[in-house]
């Protein structure tokens, strides 16, 4: 499989999100399509830190992150990883990964 990889110049996002108390804030990176104007183009990179920098949640939804990231460049559909996350009795995202996988289907719509 090859890994298609983001080009050096992308747009950035950042959406400030609380999960069960706790504050993180997701990066979605897109790339920028080039035609008649400039626009943006599907997201290519997930970040997401949590507040307090380098405690052991933080390392954990970052490594989560990146791990998505290379799924989606790999070619790996923004809905199957969607799909694929935890869930809460009531349907919602039982992690703040999940709540950023949210954001992957939501730009797809």
């Known amino acids: 499989m090859i890994r298609h990889r983001p080009t050096n110049r992308r747009a950035h996002e950042t959406i400030a999100i609380e999960h069960e108390d706790q504050r993180y804030k997701v990066g979605l990176g897109r790339e920028v399509v080039y035609g008649q104007r400039e626009q943006l183009g599907p997201i290519v990179e997930v970040f997401l830190n949590a507040q307090k920098v380098n405690s052991p949640i933080d390392v954990l939804v970052s490594d989560g992150a990146i791990l998505m990231s290379m799924l989606i460049q790999y070619g790996c559909p923004p809905a199957d990883i969607f799909h694929a ?9 039982a992690s703040p990964l999940g709540r950023a996988a949210a954001y992957l289907v939501e730009e797809q719509s």
Do not use: L
Request: no cysteine.
């Open 85 to 93: 996350m935890k869930r809460n009795p009531d349907g919602s995202a």
